[in-house]
């Protein structure tokens, strides 16, 4: 049995200007440098074996906050990165819409399939990015070699992982929280994993919160 705890990063500017970051490499802000401090203060007893995070600097120095209270290194998987955006990168949903009122459509309904207008980068589908989040997290669990171990990523990774532990399709709309620096713990047996409770954020002041928007 391995516990996985899964950790979305500190907040970022972004986070503040509701404007989508996907693949862009956007750092903590003043307040989520304070979250990530007292995310690595309340995990430092926890016992956790292993810290693996998402390449992108966000996520690094959240998981970096956690290893250095555990005694740990970071573990890097660019497959634990948040969904490629493409040409939305960057923009706030009401500039999507303006600029790519189809494409904000097929988005807002959720098709699996869809793939937006490039920007820098290719746009992931829902389905590719599903995959892609739940074969980085089994990868990282496979062979039971951790009996806790953290695993910081984003909020789109985190609605991945959520459906696929609860056994709901991917394509429905989020009904739960994802904030900030929460912790989110999962039961993984060898075959499926579990959620054994959501949005842990006793650590954190309200006033640094931020919900991903649904």
Not at 2 to 14: K, M, P, S
Not at 103 to 110: D, F, L, N, S
Request: glycine share 8%; aromatic share 8%; with cysteine.
């Amino acid at each position: 049995m391995t516990e996985i705890l899964v950790i979305r990063h500190g907040e970022t500017d972004w986070n503040i200007d509701k404007r989508l970051q996907g693949h862009i490499d956007i750092p903590l802000n003043e307040a989520g440098r304070r979250q990530v401090a007292a995310l690595g203060e309340v995990l430092a007893d926890e016992g956790i074996d292993a810290v693996f995070a998402s390449d992108l600097q966000r996520a690094r120095a959240t998981a970096q906050a956690v290893a250095d209270a555990a005694g740990l290194p970071v573990g890097i998987d660019a497959g634990l990165r948040e969904r490629c955006y493409g040409a939305f990168e960057g923009l706030r949903h009401p500039d999507i819409e303006e600029k790519y009122p189809e494409a904000y459509r097929v988005w807002k309904a959720r098709e699996p399939d869809a793939r937006y207008p490039a920007g820098e980068r290719e746009a992931e589908t829902m389905r590719e990015f599903y995959q892609r989040s739940v074969d980085a997290v089994q990868r990282i669990v496979a062979g039971g070699k951790y009996r806790k171990v953290a695993i910081v990523t984003h909020g789109g990774v985190l609605e991945c992982i959520h459906h696929w532990a609860s056994g709901t399709e991917f394509v429905q709309p989020r009904t739960f929280d994802i904030f900030n620096a929460s912790v989110n713990r999962l039961h993984w047996d060898g075959e499926r994993a579990r959620i054994r409770s959501w949005g842990e954020i006793g650590h954190l002041d309200r006033e640094t919160l931020d919900e991903v928007d649904r």
